[in-house]
């Protein structure tokens, strides 16, 4: 199938579903011939319902979409027990193999135009995860919003779970590969964080950080 029809395809099924087709069956048909990842992000202009992929799962039920988002193959929503909502803003993407749950009262929320990579993991235990507007998070970060208590003479396994108040991402923010955020962290509007940090502590807004602890290395108006 050539590149052109391949896409004319896929933008009029795309079209149809929940109209004329049931949505999933539609979905299904304009994947036909197109190549996967970024080739299919257009899949969810063409449709108020987004494109969530026959291969995805969404195993949750308090998942709330908003418009035009995309979720890629083998992306996972679950929720365990006591686990909040999710809620996606619009144009949302969620690329292969992102991880999202929740549980023990915790929450996830991702606002509008933020697009994560693959491989993510967002834990919402506990405490709350809140991703901002227009947030660049490359793969493999890791978002934990709790901590496992370590007292002695008790497995780990067993420990309680807290929350110091949950992760906040401000609005614009870029994470680099391999970001793992702990739990009361606030980084803020236009931050960086490099590749491989490890987030402990706040960012301030348009501040540029790195390494393990995380440490503000420069703002970026300097």
Known sequence: MSNVFAVRWARFWMRKAGRRLPYSLAVRIATLGLPPFYARVALSRWNK??????????????????MNCYIDDEVLIFQDEGGGKVTLGNNVHLHHGIFIQTGAGGTVAIGESTHIQPRCQLSGYAGEIRIGREVEIAPACAFYPYDHGTEAQQPIRQQPIKSRGGIRIGDRAWLGYGVIVLDGVHIGDDAVVGAGSVVTQNIPNASIAVGNPARVIRERSA
């Open 49 to 66: 319902r987004g494109f969530i992929s026959p291969k995805a799962r969404i195993s949750h039920a308090e998942v709330i979409l908003g």
